[in-house]
């Protein structure tokens, strides 16, 4: 019996080595298969655009797509659609490479124009510890209001750090790691400049912070982005803009967004741009073969460029003097730090949300800031925004709307028109004169030349007028008004006709004993006569 269990065993254990290696095998390429899958599948970038209505929204995903090449099988393909009508919207890009066919990284692009506390619960759930690696924050402004845009930045500077205060444990501790990688990132050798990571003995040297640099970090880097650029020479052509108005407004912008380590540039859709290659390689995605370099600009006004980590209150100052930097810095230190309560999970009322969300009373009144107000003032502001009740001179007034403006004077038609069936005597002489008036301011009085004779043809159409009211009337006196022959004659009456015929024949008679009495009719020597052609018919007649 020992010996036939002892020999079951070694069986049992065969037995069993077919299932093992096709459970190692299977191991093996499930290993496999996940490799492969891990390698091919795209990394995922977020961007979280603020502000901007939703046209400039769709601009400026026109320009980050501008550099992106298009694929022979993606002709017939449809674009991602845009939809960003409604609170938070949502559209996504894929980044190619510049040489190849290949996808680097797929842009999950998400846009909020409205910075009201209400809208802080959507932008929490983007958040996540996964997620805020591979996320970059982009403030959009338009250059057709640039005399609001310290106003913006503080409202949504405001929002942002209202919403990842309320962010758990993880996503804090997350936004701390990537804050202090960015602020250690050496200047010179960056990853916006190599297209990499910098390696080599100098890769773990980091230069000091400067003064006013990354004192306000908000977790996320950020990149404020001035749009429509294009707008620049109508603010100096319409807005009488100088030089000192642009100077100062890239000088305030370059030394509030220090406070954050945020970078900024300005765009046009007509102008060709650096926006796709700072947003890119902000986010980290670099060609494998194209390196493109990122260079900064700060001379010409319509295409400024200031990267990450590379401005400091020399170089702001160097721009223009008299700017005071430092009070600047400081002074945006102080808007920015107006209390908010933290923001309200989903699953919370709107109307708990919305009353989480306020700021806190100031019990001195509503503070305008210690910089807002200076800038504000500094800039000059259109016409058309300052309000009628603050100017002492009222020299603007506020336009009536078309429909009043017509309702006005539909009923001053019916007013009117009720007069004159109040009185139809009157109605109808005023009718006739104003076109008589208008005929008169145009062209004048019209003089009629029938046979020689002129007459004033106003004088005659005014007579028949008269006449034929007179005959209307009953009360006509004088005799019947002439045929239309006779008006044409001359339109005078009998005796004004009798006096004018015996003048008529008086002239011609003077001008026949002027023919007969002159010398010139008298033959000469030569026999010929000295008058001229106009006597001949006298001389003749005196012949016979």
Not at 5 to 34: C, F, H, T, V, Y
Not at 102 to 131: C, H
Request: charged letters at 25%.
């Amino acid at each position: 019996m020992s010996r036939q269990s002892n020999s079951r065993g070694p069986i049992a254990a065969n037995n069993d080595r077919p299932q093992r290696k096709g459970e190692d095998e299977k191991g093996m390429w499930s290993s496999m298969l996940d490799s492969v899958a891990s390698g091919k599948k795209l990394p995922e970038k977020n961007i979280i655009v603020l502000g901007g209505s939703s046209e400039t929204q769709a601009d400026y995903l026109e320009t980050l797509a501008s550099d992106a090449p298009k694929r022979p099988q993606d002709r017939h393909k449809r674009k991602p659609v845009v939809a960003n009508e409604f609170a938070l919207g949502y559209t996504y890009q894929d980044v190619l490479d510049a040489d190849h066919e290949d996808i680097l990284a797929r842009l999950s692009i998400y846009m909020l124009s409205d910075s009201s506390p209400s809208f802080a619960p959507l932008l929490k759930p983007i958040f996540t510890a996964q997620s805020i690696p591979e996320s970059l924050l982009v403030l959009l402004l338009d250059w057709t209001e640039p005399w609001l845009w310290v106003r913006q930045i503080r409202d949504w500077v405001i929002l942002l750090r209202s919403v990842t205060s309320a962010l758990d444990a993880p996503s804090i501790a997350m936004m701390e790691q990537v804050m202090k990688e960015w602020q250690q990132r050496k200047r010179g050798i960056s990853t916006y400049d190599t297209g990499g990571s910098g390696g080599g003995s100098d890769s773990n040297v980091t230069l000091p912070l400067s003064q006013g640099e990354w004192d306000e970090p908000l977790g996320l880097p950020l990149c404020v982005v001035c749009h429509n650029a294009d707008k620049i020479d109508s603010l100096e052509v319409e807005q009488g803009w100088k030089e000192e108005e642009f100077d100062f407004v890239l000088q305030f912008l370059r030394t509030i967004l220090m406070k954050h380590g945020a970078s900024l540039i300005y765009t046009s859709n007509s102008v060709p741009n650096s926006l796709p290659t700072l947003v890119h390689s902000t986010l980290g995605i670099h060609s494998t073969l194209k390196k493109q370099a990122l260079k900064h600009n700060v001379v010409d006004r319509d295409k400024a460029l200031v990267p990450p980590n590379w401005d400091s209150w020399g170089k702001i100052r160097v721009l223009r003097e008299g700017f005071d930097v430092e009070g600047t810095s400081n002074g945006w230190g102080i808007d920015i730090q107006r209390p908010l309560a933290p923001v309200a999970d989903g699953n919370t009322d709107s109307n708990e949300a919305n009353t989480a969300m306020q700021p806190t009373v100031d019990p001195h009144g509503e503070r305008e800031g210690a910089v807002l107000s200076d800038y504000e003032s500094t800039l000059p502001k259109p016409r058309t925004s300052q309000s009628t009740e603050n100017t002492s001179s009222k020299i603007e007034v506020s336009a009536q709307s078309m429909q009043d403006f017509l309702a006005e004077q539909q009923e001053s038609i019916f007013q009117l028109q009720a007069e004159d069936s109040q009185n139809p005597s009157t109605a109808k002489p005023s009718s006739q004169s104003k076109p008589d008036d208008r005929i008169n301011e145009q062209i004048g009085p019209v003089q009629v030349n029938m046979g020689g004779i002129q007459f004033d043809a106003d004088d005659v159409v005014q007579r028949l007028q008269m006449n034929r009211e007179r005959e209307g009337s009953g009360k006509s006196v004088e005799p019947a008004t002439p045929d239309a022959a006779s008006v044409m004659a001359g339109a005078k009456s009998p005796p004004e006709e009798k006096a004018q015929n015996e003048a008529l024949n008086s002239f011609f008679a003077n001008l026949i004993k002027r023919g007969t009495n002159s010398p010139r009719g008298t033959p000469g020597r030569d026999g010929k006569s000295g008058g001229s052609g106009r006597d001949t018919p006298t001389k003749r007649s005196e012949g016979k």
